[in-house]
């Protein structure tokens, strides 16, 4: 069956840094876009990076562009999302998704499209 297993999470100050990463098996990963969206208590969920199947595209959402990036390695099945700068704000469940496309330089930030997700990481961010 497919899994994303996603990893990295952790309690940090404010300022601090981490990394996620999401791995795929059971798919084939460069028939994917791949997303991260974050889950906040009492909050929405929300897209917050998503970067296209070859590398070539990203889309980072607004409120956390300048301090995230989202890469992937297709050899290793993986996608990253490297955190700097991190305020409490950021304080969620992280999950990845993988969203199955034909083109190749594109991804979104919505929920609806994803086919598959992983169960999530948690980032705690103390001020």
């Known amino acids: 069956e497919v899994q994303l297993v996603t990893s990295g999470g952790g309690s940090v100050q404010a300022g601090g840094s981490l990394r996620l990463s999401c791995t795929a098996s059971?798919?084939?990963?460069?028939?994917?876009?791949m997303t991260w969206f974050r889950k906040a208590p009492g909050k929405e969920r929300e897209g917050v990076a998503c970067?296209?199947?070859?590398?070539?595209?990203?889309e980072i959402a607004d409120y956390v562009n300048g301090r995230f990036t989202v890469s992937r390695v297709n050899a290793k099945n993986t996608v990253y999302l490297q955190m700097d700068s991190l305020q409490p704000e950021d304080t969620a469940m992280y999950y990845c998704?993988?969203?199955?496309?034909?083109?190749?330089?594109?991804?979104?930030?919505?929920?609806?499209?994803?086919?598959?997700w992983g169960k999530g990481t948690l980032v705690t961010v103390s001020s």
């Open positions: 998704a993988a969203d199955r496309r034909t083109t190749n330089s594109d991804c979104v930030l919505s929920p609806n499209d994803m086919n598959y």
């Open positions: 059971g798919l084939v990963f460069v028939d994917y876009a």
């Open positions: 970067i296209s199947r070859w590398n070539s595209r990203t």
